[in-house]
């Protein structure tokens, strides 16, 4: 019989597929680490297990346990799934401007969502931040894994994605190009890839225009779960040869082109990951091979990135931006 024990032995292993056609006029081999066969769907399975079972080791996660964490996207379901399978409770909390269809996909999977208001100051004791240091406080048994500061973050990439490139590439990977949220993928990614290529492999970040990462002040963007407006410790600030900084526009374009053109059907940060990996590719020659990683499915963003109505309300449908028009031509 050919079984998995459980859904969590499914973490990782995800598929490379190389990028055809958005890469017209490209010498260099594009390849896009599809993260969204992940069993959660995205990236961020590979760090749940991790931080999990580290959490058990080190005895701060004890059985029959409770996990807060403030998170309302692809790292509560990740934790949820996990935490299910194990045994354990799960709290998330998470600002009312998520939408309905992110905090019933958490419910679910059987957690607890708390819904705090967006319109009251930090220092507030209803705020995001405050209710979920008080229900770590106030819950017996509570664990937080801090996404952020947890360096079981990074380390999962170090140990997972990191080896699983150097293997599906033969070792002939030159660039790795990833978006930075907490910045764990693009860390633990990026300095295994350096230690095994002996410090050859380049790595390039990609940001949204607006987030610290790219020298902005944490200006309003609109992809969702990459860019920051502080530093976390997660991010490993040396690893990083690169950092390219990229439009909501050209990213919600470059999503939709990649559902159309290439058969990924994934989210915006999936496009800004693209649209950075594209422009390093076009300075490369025939021998050099740009990863680039893809965390999350499109199906969260089908009323956002995938509806002409919201695309035409922010002025992003026009198809017209210099990038796209000298893409054609080339
Ligand atoms: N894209 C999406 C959709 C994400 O949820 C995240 C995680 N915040 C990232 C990219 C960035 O990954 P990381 O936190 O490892 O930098």
Redesign the pocket.
Known sequence: MQFHDSMISLVGNTPLVKLNNVTAGIQATVLAKVEYFNPGG???DR?AVRMIEAAEQSGELKPGGTIVEPTS???GVGLAIVAQQKGYKCIFVCPDKVSLDKINVLRAYGAEVVVCPTAVDPEHPDSYYNVSDRLVRETPGAWKPD?YSNPN?PRS?YETTGPELWEQTDGKITHFV?????????SGTGNYLKEASGGSVKIIGADPEGSVYSGGSGRPYLV???GEDFWPT??DRNVTDRIVAVSDKDSFQMTRRLAKEEGLLV?G?CGMAVVAALEVARELGPDDVVVVLL??SGRGYMSKIFSDEWMAGHGFLEDTSSATVADVLR
């Not at 990833?178 to 693009?186: H, M």
């Open positions: 995205s990236v961020k760090i996207g692809n790292t996404q973050n990439h990833a978006g930075v949220g907490t910045g764990g993928t693009i969702e779960g990459v997660a991010y989210g940060s965390p999350d």
